[in-house]
Every structure is written in C-alpha cells, then in structure tokens.
C-alpha cells in the first residue's frame, strides 16, 4: 500500500512539473508579471445542490462543481470528462448502453425493468433512461457532482449519488457564439446559441451542437464496416417569461440523437470464442481492429439514442418569506444497440437489434422559506409515470453458418413512483445548524412479455409477466459547526433504489429493492485567502446490492440480489491560487470496499474450480466473491489541474491567454467477477493526460487541444460471457483546433 502511494504522489508531482514548466514561457511574454506575484482570493462558488443557492463553502454536503467557463478551459465537452475529473466516478460504455458507478454503487446493465444507481438531472429534469445519461455538454451554467445518497431531495434512483447539470438561462442581453472545430479522425464540430430579449418581460435562447468524427477501430473483416464513428446532433429551446414582479413562466425543450460505434466492436480477452474460431472465424486483440459479423449485414442497425424532452415550470414568490415552484416534464426516448457477443467474425452468437423506447412524465411542486432568520425549510411532492417497450432478437449460428434466430418478442414495462419530501435547517446558536430530512417513496412496476421461443423450445411462458411495489423512509440528518473559515459538518443518510426485473429474455424472478446507509463527516476550509480544502470521510453499510452477472442456465445475463457490502473512504480536494494567473488543483480520492458473503457471484470454467482437466467451458459452477472489492471502484483515484489565465494587449487590443493541462489517474479495478486465469478482467492503473489553450483577442478566440496525450491504452469495459470474453477500449490520442466568435 505504501510502495503505490509513494508512485501515485510521484507522477501527480510529475505532472504538476510539466504544467508549470510550459505555463513558465507564457507567464514571461505577459505584461503582467508583477501581478502575477501575488496572491489572489478564492473565487466565490454558488451551488444549489440543497435545493437553495449558496456558497460551495456552506454547503455541508460533498459537492463537486465545475463552472461553464472551467468546463471549457478543461476540454470537459461531455459526461465522461466529468467522469474522469471526478474521483470515484466511472463510467462503462458499452455503445448506446452507459452505466455510471460513484463509490462503487451504481448499475452494470439496464433492461426496460431496471434503473441506474445514480441519478442525472438536467435543468432538474431527471434522465430516466440509462442510456439517455451520456451527453454532450454544451451552453451549460454548471455541473454539480453530489457524492453519496441524495434521496431526500433529487427523489429515485440516487443511492450513488447525483449529477446535476444546470444549462445556460435566458438572460437580458442580446449575445451569441457561433463555435467551429477540426480534429484527428475527422473529427469535426459546429456548436453556437443566440440569446434574444424580445420584450421587457419576454426572452429566448436557442444553442446547438453537431459533432461528426470518422472511425478509429478498423473492421478486418473483407468489405465490412469499420466501427467508432461518431454523428451525434443536440439542440436546446428555453422561454422566459416574467409574468410580474413575482411570477416567472420558464419552458425548455432538448433533443439529441447520437448514432457513435465507439464501443460496439469490441476486441478478444481470450483469442476469441472457441466454437466460433473453429468454424472459420477470426479474432483480434488490437486495440485499433476488430473482426465483427456485424459489418458484413446491411440488415444491422447502428447503436443509435434519440430523445426529445419538454420541461414547464412556473415560479412565483406567494409572500415575503414564502416561494413556490412547481413542475411538469415530458421525454421521448428511444435507443437500438445491435451486439456481437461471439467477438468473431463467424455469425455465432449476434444480435441484429435490440430496441427500447419510453414515454415518460413527471410533475413535482416545492414550497420553500425565502425569509431571513433561523429556520429555513423545503417541502414538496413529485409524481413519475413510465411506460418502455422492448424488442430484443438474439440469434444463433449453426455449424454450417448462417444464423438461427431464438426470438424474444414485445415486452412492455410500466413504472409508477410518487414522493413526498421535506428538509428543514434550524441555525440555533451561531455556530451551531441541524438539518433534518426525509423522504417517502412508493414505486410500482410491470413488466409483460409477449413471446418468447427458441425454435420449438419455450424457455418462459407465453405470454408472462412480473409485477410488485415497494416503498421506503429514507431520512437524512446533518449537524454542521461553523468556523471562522469554513464548516465541520457530520450526516447520516439512507438511500433507496427500489426493485425490478431482468430484461424480457428472463422472466419470473422479482428484484428486491437495494438501500445504503451512509455517515459522512466533512470539513471545508479556505485556509487562507489562497488555499482552499474541503474533505470528507465516509462510511457506507449496503442491502440487497442489485448485481449483474452472467445467468447460470443460458447465454445471457442477469440480475440479482447480492448480500451486504461495506465501503469506507477519504475524499481530499485542495486548490490553491498560487498568484493572480496560476491555479493549482489536487482532488484525490481513497476506497475500501467488498463484497459480503456473496456465494453466486458469477461463473467460472469447471477447470478451473474442481481441477478436473475433463471439464471444459463453463459450466453451473459458482464462486464466492467474499472479500473482493466492488465493481468499478478503484482504491485510490487522483486529479491535478494547473489553469493559468493572463490578460494580453496586441496591437493595441485587449485580450486573454487560457492555458489548462489536467490529468486524471485511477488505479486498478476490476470490471467482472473473476476466477478464471486466462481472463483478465482487470483495468490496469493509468493516467490520461489533457490540455488546451485559447488566445482571446477582443470576439474571436483560437483553442488547440489535445485528449489522451500519452495515447495511454485502457478499457471502457470488459465483460465475462459463455459466448466470449471481450472488451472495449477507450480512444487513442485526438487532437485539434476549435474557433469561435461571440458578439
């Protein structure tokens, strides 16, 4: 532990020495180098991660937020920056089927009948699908990461914690930005808004985004498709309306459609599937190549997300110290992820298309103090009505090629979830503030599949279907002690995540609900003007983990609930102002966690547990994963950011110098359950390095950018399966230049 340690802080030094060795040129060619000299006070952060704004500093909750304008300067253009700026959050991406983990906790995979483990909010909208949850990020005001449950006030699904991702609102000024980009791989990119008050009372703005880049991952097969293209188009409508002094009418309307290969061509773990190697197909392990069936068919469809989403909300102030808010909100969602689950390029094992769609809405209203004085409180109550449909076909290549189909016909599933809420802080002393909240929540589910048949076999009734509610309390209590500069605080939370069932391929088993206790104790500080440091140590007590793993009677996979597991951490971020240009910025995070006794963790060839060399493949043999870490929970995860900012006169205009290098480090953790020792299901330790610079003269500004420096090779996933072992990897090192005008 101490040897890791010691070559962790070692590279996070490194890297600090690099940033500060190129930032040493620029801050010479500036005018302002006695200025630079000196110290400058911490910039203020506003938060409204407990329903209310305040300053980052008083918030007695971990919190992480980055700015719209931090985001740009750290080349953070979607939810998986975020993800590796974020300690303790991963991100597996698996095509059009991403699953967030924070701390451990979240979901591995997602049928119509299960729910992601960490919620994600736009605009506090919450993105219902997890396929949905991955998106660019573009005209945003901020991004708020909220660690641990956060049940009480953002409602389901948030034992992990919640992303909160706040866009631009409609301002009184008339401003626009029109954005290009060129890239490696073809990358290319238009983005821009317009802002247009069109009355005293009455504004909107429009922004979009298109992205286009060219494939990385070449198809060995002879005339197949190459995978890793990427077309994805996002556009966003808001609507201000001042009604009066104390009324405001906002309306948004978003839509995005992706169509990105990135992760469906996956490479070989193993060599590949022995049954699909033998009859004449190919593998590959490159991380550039892949050799998949899935080209060779114009009848497959491209991995592909569409959602339209609507949100009215209308707020108004009743009284002086009295404000009310309430809400409505519609999405549209659409995803079809065709796999190739032999990973060879034999037809063995394949999905031409599996689909899923949703129409899901949603209304809430909140009553909250405005008032100065001691107490200050929220109440509110929200309503969820979902209704998915999903088709999935799964076919199966015979010894003399071609496939069979095993059809799995329609399912639908329906999801209703209503919630009351409240949290109250009471400041009895000047020092001292308790905080006390609490949440019930009642969640019903239906899950109906229509068919379901291979050949002549029936492997569930026809038609079938699963049904249940559940329903929980889940309190939180906070007690902060205010110093002179900065917050002590300590909280116990619960968090709830409730039941499900597996996809439609599997029916007859209900899902229990999963919950998490929490105590968290933080401290923040800005230790002097320069310096600040917030931190906090954590304990988690988890029940009924929801855990997917491969099913033990076929082909598939499943979920299921595991027993008990612990997790305890430290989370540390520091910045520090070294001058009026320079910032530094360290955010570490610590994990312990494990597993329970979890018997049927997941499969494991025979060979391998009986030390019977006559047994061979995988066969209903289980292991124990008592004692081994979670999934996707690296023990010790490390970001360093040097930003420096410089004002510049050319030509007698004014202008501005941006310069951020970053680097995010992980440390290994494990993707699936393993026992077999020819699999490697481990992401190695790895760093990814970042920069970007921008020169700023009066509207026009220039960026060169560049991801993945090091062109350091690492997994998104790697998925243990009876068809194949197989993975897929991250993007090699991209980069490129990006213009932009503002008026």
Same mark, same amino acid.
């Given at each position: 532990m101490s040897i890791k340690i010691r070559v962790r802080t070692l590279r996070a030094s490194r890297v600090c020495a690099i940033g500060l060795g190129l930032l040493l040129p620029f801050g010479f060619a500036t005018t302002q180098a006695e200025a630079a000299k000196q110290a400058r006070v911490m910039e203020e952060v506003i938060v409204t991660a407990q329903k209310r704004a305040q300053s980052l500093m008083d918030a007695a909750i971990d919190v992480t937020a980055f700015?719209? !304008?931090?985001?740009?300067?750290?080349? &953070?253009?979607?939810?998986?920056?975020?993800?590796?700026?974020?300690?303790?959050?991963? /991100?597996?991406?698996? =095509?059009?089927?991403?699953?967030?983990? @924070?701390?451990?906790?979240?979901?591995? /995979?997602?049928?119509t009948g299960l729910d992601s483990g960490v919620a994600v909010y736009v605009d506090d909208r919450f993105v219902t699908r997890q396929g949905g949850q991955v998106f660019d990020l573009f005209d945003v005001e901020r991004v708020e990461v909220l660690k641990g449950p956060q049940g009480v006030l953002f409602g389901r699904n948030a034992t992990g914690g919640a992303i909160r991702i706040i866009t631009k609102e409609v301002s009184d000024e008339l401003e626009g930005e029109l954005g290009l980009g060129f890239g490696s791989d073809g990358f290319q990119m238009v983005k821009g808004f317009v802002n247009v008050p069109v009355t005293d009372n009455f504004g909107i703005r429009v922004s979009a985004q298109t992205r286009e880049r060219d494939a990385f991952k070449e198809n060995i097969i002879p005339g197949a498709v190459d995978f890793d293209d990427l077309d994805a188009q996002s556009m966003r409508l808001k609507a201000r309306w001042d009604i009066s002094d104390n009324s405001t009418l906002k309306f948004s309307y978003d839509r995005s459609k992706t169509t990105d290969l990135s992760n469906s061509g996956a490479v070989s773990l193993d060599g590949g599937n022995s049954r699909g190697i033998s009859l004449g197909g190919i593998t590959t392990t490159d991380r550039d190549k892949i050799a998949s069936s899935l080209g060779t068919d114009p009848g497959y469809?491209?991995?592909? &997300?569409?959602?339209?989403?609507?949100?009215?909300?209308?707020?108004?102030? +009743?009284?002086?110290?009295? $404000?009310?808010?309430?809400?409505?909100?519609?999405?549209?969602?659409?995803?079809?992820?065709? =796999?190739?689950? !032999?990973?060879?390029?034999?037809?063995?094992?394949?999905?031409?298309?599996? +689909?899923?769609?949703?129409?899901? &809405?949603?209304?809430?209203?909140? +009553?909250?103090?405005?008032?100065?004085?001691?107490?200050?409180?929220? %109440?509110?109550?929200?309503?969820?009505?979902?209704?998915?449909?999903?088709?999935f076909d799964l076919r199966v290549g015979p010894a003399g090629g071609g496939s069979v189909k095993l059809s799995v016909g329609f399912a639908e599933y329906k999801n209703t979830?209503?919630?009351?809420? =409240?949290? @109250?802080?009471?400041?009895?002393?000047?020092?001292? #503030?308790?905080?006390?909240?609490?949440?019930?929540?009642?969640?019903?589910?239906?899950? !109906?599949?229509?068919?379901?048949? /291979? =050949?002549?076999?029936?492997?569930?009734? %026809?038609?079938?279907?699963?049904? !249940?509610?559940?329903?929980?309390?889940?309190?939180?209590v906070t007690l902060t002690y205010n110093l002179d500069n900065g917050i002590v605080y300590g909280t116990f939370a619960s968090g709830f995540k409730s039941g499900g069932f597996n996809h439609p391929l599997r029916v007859g088993t209900v899902i229990e609900p999963e919950t998490i206790d929490m105590i968290e104790l933080g401290y923040k500080a800005d230790l002097t003007d320069s310096l600040r440091l917030t931190s906090s140590l954590f304990v988690y007590s988890y029940k009924d983990l929801q855990v997917t793993k491969a099913a033990s009677d076929s082909a598939t996979v499943s979920t299921e609930n595991a027993t008990d597991s612990d997790i305890k951490g430290l989370d540390v971020a520091l910045t520090w102002a070294a001058s009026e240009n320079l910032t530094f910025q360290v955010n570490a995070e610590y994990l312990d966690t494990e597993y329970e006794d979890y018997e049927t963790a997941g499969r494991a060839p025979n060979t391998v547990l009986t030390g019977d060399p006559a047994a061979i493949g995988y066969g209903f043999v289980f292991f124990n994963a008592k004692g081994q870490e979670l999934l996707r929970s690296p023990e010790l995860a490390v970001y360093v950011a040097v930003q420096y900012d410089s004002q510049l006169s050319i030509g007698g205009r004014e202008g501005n110098?941006?310069?951020? #290098?970053?680097?995010?480090?992980?440390? $290994?953790? /494990?993707?699936?359950?393993?026992?077999?020792? +020819?699999?490697?299901?481990?992401?190695?330790?790895?760093?990814?390095?970042?920069?970007?610079?921008?020169?700023? &003269?009066?509207?026009?500004?220039?960026?060169?950018?560049?991801?993945?420096?090091?062109?350091?090779?690492?997994?998104?996933?790697?998925v243990v399966a009876a068809s194949n072992n197989r993975g897929n990897y991250g993007h090699p090192r991209t980069f490129g230049v990006d213009f932009a005008y503002r008026f």
């Amino acid at each position: 532990m101490s040897i890791k340690i010691r070559v962790r802080t070692l590279r996070a030094s490194r890297v600090c020495a690099i940033g500060l060795g190129l930032l040493l040129p620029f801050g010479f060619a500036t005018t302002q180098a006695e200025a630079a000299k000196q110290a400058r006070v911490m910039e203020e952060v506003i938060v409204t991660a407990q329903k209310r704004a305040q300053s980052l500093m008083d918030a007695a909750i971990d919190v992480t937020a980055f700015s719209g !304008d931090q985001l740009t300067k750290a080349g &953070i253009d979607d939810v998986f920056g975020i993800a590796k700026a974020i300690p303790g959050v991963t /991100i597996q991406n698996t =095509g059009s089927n991403p699953q967030i983990f @924070m701390r451990g906790v979240g979901t591995r /995979i997602t049928g119509t009948g299960l729910d992601s483990g960490v919620a994600v909010y736009v605009d506090d909208r919450f993105v219902t699908r997890q396929g949905g949850q991955v998106f660019d990020l573009f005209d945003v005001e901020r991004v708020e990461v909220l660690k641990g449950p956060q049940g009480v006030l953002f409602g389901r699904n948030a034992t992990g914690g919640a992303i909160r991702i706040i866009t631009k609102e409609v301002s009184d000024e008339l401003e626009g930005e029109l954005g290009l980009g060129f890239g490696s791989d073809g990358f290319q990119m238009v983005k821009g808004f317009v802002n247009v008050p069109v009355t005293d009372n009455f504004g909107i703005r429009v922004s979009a985004q298109t992205r286009e880049r060219d494939a990385f991952k070449e198809n060995i097969i002879p005339g197949a498709v190459d995978f890793d293209d990427l077309d994805a188009q996002s556009m966003r409508l808001k609507a201000r309306w001042d009604i009066s002094d104390n009324s405001t009418l906002k309306f948004s309307y978003d839509r995005s459609k992706t169509t990105d290969l990135s992760n469906s061509g996956a490479v070989s773990l193993d060599g590949g599937n022995s049954r699909g190697i033998s009859l004449g197909g190919i593998t590959t392990t490159d991380r550039d190549k892949i050799a998949s069936s899935l080209g060779t068919d114009p009848g497959y469809g491209s991995p592909e &997300i569409e959602s339209d989403s609507f949100q009215l909300r209308f707020e108004t102030s +009743l009284s002086d110290g009295l $404000d009310l808010a309430a809400f409505v909100t519609y999405l549209d969602f659409s995803s079809s992820k065709p =796999g190739d689950f !032999d990973g060879t390029s034999f037809r063995d094992v394949e999905v031409p298309f599996a +689909l899923s769609g949703s129409d899901d &809405i949603a209304g809430g209203v909140e +009553l909250s103090s405005s008032s100065d004085g001691p107490l200050s409180w929220v %109440v509110g109550a929200n309503i969820f009505e979902g209704d998915a449909e999903s088709d999935f076909d799964l076919r199966v290549g015979p010894a003399g090629g071609g496939s069979v189909k095993l059809s799995v016909g329609f399912a639908e599933y329906k999801n209703t979830s209503y919630g009351v809420f =409240g949290s @109250m802080d009471y400041e009895f002393s000047e020092r001292w #503030m308790l905080t006390l909240g609490g949440r019930y929540s009642y969640e019903e589910k239906e899950n !109906d599949l229509s068919t379901s048949s /291979i =050949g002549v076999a029936t492997v569930s009734p %026809v038609p079938a279907s699963d049904s !249940d509610t559940w329903n929980e309390f889940t309190p939180k209590v906070t007690l902060t002690y205010n110093l002179d500069n900065g917050i002590v605080y300590g909280t116990f939370a619960s968090g709830f995540k409730s039941g499900g069932f597996n996809h439609p391929l599997r029916v007859g088993t209900v899902i229990e609900p999963e919950t998490i206790d929490m105590i968290e104790l933080g401290y923040k500080a800005d230790l002097t003007d320069s310096l600040r440091l917030t931190s906090s140590l954590f304990v988690y007590s988890y029940k009924d983990l929801q855990v997917t793993k491969a099913a033990s009677d076929s082909a598939t996979v499943s979920t299921e609930n595991a027993t008990d597991s612990d997790i305890k951490g430290l989370d540390v971020a520091l910045t520090w102002a070294a001058s009026e240009n320079l910032t530094f910025q360290v955010n570490a995070e610590y994990l312990d966690t494990e597993y329970e006794d979890y018997e049927t963790a997941g499969r494991a060839p025979n060979t391998v547990l009986t030390g019977d060399p006559a047994a061979i493949g995988y066969g209903f043999v289980f292991f124990n994963a008592k004692g081994q870490e979670l999934l996707r929970s690296p023990e010790l995860a490390v970001y360093v950011a040097v930003q420096y900012d410089s004002q510049l006169s050319i030509g007698g205009r004014e202008g501005n110098l941006s310069f951020n #290098m970053n680097y995010a480090w992980k440390d $290994d953790y /494990i993707f699936d359950f393993e026992v077999d020792p +020819l699999v490697d299901v481990t992401q190695d330790a790895h760093g990814i390095l970042n920069t970007r610079a921008t020169l700023t &003269i009066d509207k026009v500004s220039v960026s060169v950018w560049g991801k993945n420096l090091t062109d350091e090779e690492y997994f998104f996933d790697k998925v243990v399966a009876a068809s194949n072992n197989r993975g897929n990897y991250g993007h090699p090192r991209t980069f490129g230049v990006d213009f932009a005008y503002r008026f």
